[in-house]
């Protein structure tokens, strides 16, 4: 049975408590991982990490969102109070509602009842997803916007133009899924991955999704909307107590989003890797839960080694990443994709198929064989010798040349 | 002043006196060079991690470390400070206040004229700078390697002259008592008397 079907006959307060244990569910995990993220910073830096509150430290982000909660909370007197108020609600619960549509298991028995946890199965669960996920910017704009003050209007501005840009290339990347699945439901897409994962077959597409989530989460190295350096905080720099705390909840729940998405479109979602395939009968099909978690904290994991290695990126490079690399590269392997799915679909023969793979390998390396080529030449052509004009100009200063200490020689003037 | 110092002209320090050279820029580094940071902290992951656990764990202090003031005293337990305020005069925090006060015969602090009556450190205000130590003519004052000073008001942390002075050692005798026998200031100040006489003992 699909999990469309076995959720389909859930009586209502089946769905209350799936949707009261979701809650749940994510409130805990960002708690964790706010803690996990951390201890795992600290140790790449050779620290220890929080500590202290409780064993190994780990209700110390409770202990601070206590704090946070107890904290006074001020509104500017330049803020649109309603908006001010409106934006980090806005902010929490679309984040909290793209995990309506998340496959966590398999079938499994809850209270008598044969189900799966998965809230509901909407056929176009992606795009509803995608379309929480937009929704959620308003809560940063409209954050940065109410707050009065350049900071966070310089900050949502930022985090706006980012988060938009990089669902293009995230839904982008998500096309080749759904070419390949032939469907937009989240459960379907997990089920048509029973022998291969997308992030396999799929390669292009996966990474790119795994670029596009970290800009679409402002997580470092694409932190710019809260680079604290430039912007003190951001968005949510007029924001304190509780208001604060439910910005940190979104942003933490949206990366556990992003990866559960990843999870489900790319690594099979709750099925166990390939090979262990008899886990999944394993506590009553509660095991395939342990199997998706076991993936999504292997992302979150890849999101703190991120900020742990890379230092932010200039905002233009950024921009100049996502609409001149990231978005032209998928929309090509979306046709690639799409060819080669009507060639075996149409029973094409195999000829034809490996003829039309090699011409787009070739393709792929005379383009690579003229960039190269630009770079080269650009890099090699020296620049033209400026000529003094007819009319009276002021004198030009010398080039301008760095002192190089380590040789001290004369170099060209 | 009968030299007259002319003002440098722009003129006479040209750019082009100094030494210049291109400094070669490399181009971005390839794929694999730019993906090592990832192995480094992935790898520092599992090193040693450099944390001490301070409250429970205390390391020593560097051998010269700049800590808590301390009064010294002689070996047959009289007082060193002889109240001249030098250490006052010299801290730039205005930490130090002293009181000076004439010693005498029935009561004696330390060898010499004169005594400290009042010590007062504001740890408040000092600053650690050690100028004090520097200043103190007699080596009165110095400082230990004690760090943790932290406390509730700020009364606590003006340190009076009991809190501040060494504890007595073996073969010394608390002050006021009169000086070595037939010894002057000047024998305590070369270190000459290395323990308490006897006849110091009467008047206590």
Redesign the interface.
């Known amino acids: 049975m699909t999990n469309a079907q076995l959720i389909a006959g859930d009586p209502g307060w089946l769905i209350a408590v799936k949707a009261v244990l979701v809650f749940a569910l994510c409130v805990l995990l960002t708690l964790m991982s706010v803690w996990g993220e951390r201890r795992?910073v600290a140790?790449?830096?050779?620290?220890?990490g929080p500590n202290r509150v409780g064993p190994f430290g780990l209700i110390q982000s409770l202990a601070d969102g206590v704090k946070l909660a107890l904290k006074e909370d001020l509104i500017p007197a330049a803020a649109d109070k309603v908006i001010f108020i409106i934006a980090p609600v806005i902010s929490v619960t679309t984040c909290f509602m793209s995990f309506a549509v998340i496959p966590f298991s398999g079938q499994v028995t809850l209270f008598g009842k044969v189900t799966a946890m998965q809230l509901t199965d909407i056929p176009v669960g992606v795009l509803y997803v995608l379309s929480i996920a937009s929704i959620g910017v308003y809560g940063i704009v409209l954050a940065g916007w109410s707050s009065g003050s350049t900071y966070p209007l310089l900050g949502g501005l930022r985090s706006s133009a980012q988060v938009i840009s990089y669902e293009i290339a995230m839904g982008l990347s998500l096309v080749a899924v759904f070419i390949y699945a032939g469907s937009m439901s989240t459960s379907e897409i997990v089920a048509a991955q029973q022998q291969w994962w997308y992030a396999v077959i799929l390669f292009p597409s996966f990474i790119i999704y795994a670029i596009s989530m970290v800009g679409e989460t402002n997580r470092a190295p694409f932190d710019l909307a809260e680079a604290e350096g430039e912007l003190v905080g951001g968005f949510h720099t007029e924001y304190s107590s509780l208001k604060f705390a439910l910005f940190f909840l979104a942003e933490y729940v949206n990366i556990i989003a992003v990866s559960a998405l990843a999870t489900t479109l790319f690594l099979g979602g709750y099925h166990a890797p390939p090979g262990l395939g008899f886990t999944e009968a394993w506590l009553g099909g509660w095991f395939t839960m342990i199997w998706f978690f076991a993936k999504v904290i292997l992302f979150f994991f890849v999101f703190v080694?991120l900020r742990?290695?890379?230092p932010r990126m200039r905002y233009d490079q950024f921009m100049q990443f996502g609409w001149k690399v990231l978005i032209p590269v998928s929309l090509a392997w979306i046709m690639i994709v799409a060819t080669l799915r009507v060639l075996s679909l149409n029973g094409a023969p195999r000829a034809a198929t490996i003829a039309f793979a090699s011409t787009v390998v070739l393709l792929v390396m005379l383009v690579n064989f003229g960039f190269e080529n630009a770079k080269n030449k650009k890099?090699n052509t020296p620049f033209a010798e400026v000529s003094d004009p007819e009319f009276a100009v002021p004198q030009l200063p010398?080039t301008v040349?760095?002192?190089?200490v380590s040789?001290?020689?004369?170099?060209?003037? | 002043m009968s030299d007259h110092v002319e003002p440098m002209k722009k003129k006479e320090i040209s750019v082009n006196d100094v030494e210049f050279a291109q400094i070669e820029q490399n181009g971005p580094k390839n794929l694999f060079t730019q993906m090592q940071g990832f192995w480094v902290t992935f790898a520092t992951m599992f090193k040693k991690v450099n944390t001490v656990n301070y409250p429970e764990v205390k390391e020593p202090t560097a051998e010269r470390f700049h800590g808590r003031h301390q009064l010294n005293r002689y070996d047959d337990g009289l007082e060193k400070c002889i109240g001249c305020e030098l250490c006052a005069w010299a801290c730039p925090a205005d930490a130090i206040y002293v009181e000076g006060a004439a010693n005498s015969d029935e009561h004696r602090m330390s060898p010499g004229e004169r005594y400290g009556r009042v010590y007062q450190i504001n740890y408040l205000r000092c600053i650690f700078c050690g100028l004090c130590i520097e200043a103190c003519p007699t080596r009165a004052l110095t400082m230990t390697n004690e760090y943790e000073l932290a406390d509730e008001t700020r009364a606590k942390l003006i340190f009076e002259k009991d809190d501040l002075l060494a504890p007595l050692r073996a073969g010394m005798l608390m002050p006021p008592h009169p000086m070595y026998p037939n010894t002057t200031d000047t024998n305590y100040y070369k270190n000459e008397i290395k323990s308490s006489h006897p006849s110091q003992e009467v008047n206590n």
């Open positions: 795992l140790r790449m830096q050779q620290r220890l080694w742990g290695t890379l890099k010398i040349s760095t002192i190089n040789t001290g020689k004369k170099g060209d003037q």
